[in-house]
């Protein structure tokens, strides 16, 4: 990894509270958790996969200090009680799927797509056909942050 991209990473985490630590043959470690952890990221490993691992340990400490908002219509009461259970499950069940990993996960992608480094961005997704399913999500946020520095700057 670039000495360029490790200055804008270590930026990114000190924006999240996070120092980032690059000792030359070891693990990366990641200091500053709300929990005093410190996690380590494996250095080892294909640049590609190197840059998500951090932006995700990023992205996890930016998620842990935001709450997860429901929309109003799921959060107001209910006088039908049927309605109001199905609220409820659904809730629940958006708490679950869309937990800090996800948010995290969706996250790193959104700002490794916006990264300089495009080869090692398609080379991950080359690897993990998996996160292609959050792509369009990802496309869709860049495109609306796109369109509203256009209409600020108009």
Not at 50 to 55: G, K, Q
Not at 89 to 98: A, D, E, I, S, Y
Not at 144 to 150: N, Q
Request: glycine share 6%.
């Amino acid at each position: 990894m670039n000495a360029d991209l490790q200055n804008f990473l270590s930026g990114m985490a000190k924006c999240a509270g996070l120092t980032i630590e690059y000792p030359e043959g070891s693990p990366i470690s990641l200091c500053g958790y709300p929990d005093d952890e410190t996690r380590f990221v494996n250095a080892g490993q294909p640049d590609s996969e190197l840059i998500f691992a951090i932006l995700q340990n990023i992205g996890l400490a930016a998620s842990v200090t935001q709450e997860f908002r429901f929309p109003r219509y799921l959060n107001r009461l209910f006088e039908n009680e049927r309605i109001g259970q199905l609220a409820y499950k659904v809730r629940r069940t958006l708490r679950q799927k869309f937990n800090l990993r996800w948010r995290a996960d969706l996250w790193a992608l959104y700002v490794y797509s916006l990264l300089p480094c495009q080869n090692e961005f398609q080379d991950f997704l080359g690897r993990h056909p998996e996160k292609k399913i959050l792509m369009p999500i990802v496309y869709l946020t860049n495109l609306k942050s796109r369109l509203l520095r256009m209409v600020q700057r108009a």
